[in-house]
T-cell receptor, first 112, second 114 residues
Framework: TQLLEQSPQFLSIQEGENLTVYCNSS?????LQWYRQEPGEGPVLLVT?????EVKKLKRLTFQFGDARKDSSLHITAAQPGDTGLYLC????????????FGKGTKLTVNP | DTGVSQDPRHKITKRGQNVTFRCDPI?????LYWYRQTLGQGPEFLTY????????KSRLLSDRFSAERPKGSFSTLEIQRTEQGDSAMYLC????????????FGNGTRLTVT
């Protein structure tokens, strides 16, 4: 059983469209992190959300942490081809190991 | 901050051979992690160190896998008697520790077992 479920698994859109990807769990997390990974490279951190209900913006990317700290979403406005990549969410369970557990990711392709 | 470096970037080996990968973390980071990633999957946790102490090992890490961080700086991951199922990207990451501390990843070692 996957601790963090990401959806959709694949998303192919045209440049200029908006999109939302989701990261869901039945477990509470002390924080959730979003990473972006390009082929042949390691994941790179985009944002960390810590407080339930928190919203963070990074240019055209908006991240939200659920009130119960069990889920998160990433919304991209006016997607560009440079946004293409694998978007991963990762979290650490409170009171447990500090290792991060990753979802399987959403593979986003933005076509020009 | 020179980033996390991993060596080699690619390794092709025959089934049954032993392989060793190296990771050099960011120098001021005391935590070092190894993850494995297969096609279409997110990274799966293998093990992590605080300084030279190995604090946790995943059940994924069979007895053919061993990791060391002898002086609390670089780390090695060895796979003995490789199997085709070991083919994957092996990612190393480091951070300062703590629940909210982000991971800084290297670009991985791509292992292909033929």
């Amino acid at each position: 059983t996957q601790l963090l479920e990401q959806s959709p698994q694949f998303l192919s859109i045209q440049e200029g469209e908006n999109l939302t990807v989701y990261c869901n769990s039945s477990s509470v997390f002390s924080s959730l992190q979003w990473y972006r990974q390009e082929p042949g490279e390691g994941p790179v951190l985009l944002v960390t959300v810590v407080t339930g209900g928190e919203v963070k913006k990074l240019k055209r990317l908006t991240f939200q942490f659920g009130d119960a700290r069990k889920d998160s979403s990433l919304h991209i406005t006016a997607a560009q081809p440079g946004d293409t990549g694998l978007y991963l969410c990762a979290g650490a369970r409170p009171g447990g190991s500090e290792k991060l557990v990753f979802g399987k990711g959403t593979k986003l392709t933005v076509n020009p | 901050d020179t980033g996390v470096s991993q060596d080699p970037r690619h390794k092709i080996t025959k089934r049954g051979q032993n392989v060793t990968f190296r990771c050099d973390p960011i120098s001021e980071h005391n935590r070092l992690y190894w993850y494995r990633q297969t096609l279409g999957q997110g990274p799966e946790f293998l093990t992590y160190f605080q300084n030279e102490a190995q604090l946790e090992k995943s059940r994924l890490l069979s007895d053919r896998f061993s990791a060391e961080r002898p002086k609390g700086s670089f780390s090695t991951l060895e796979i003995q008697r490789t199997e085709q199922g070991d083919s994957a990207m092996y990612l190393c990451a480091s951070n300062r520790g703590g629940y909210n501390s982000p991971l800084h990843f290297g670009n991985g070692t791509r292992l292909t077992v033929t």
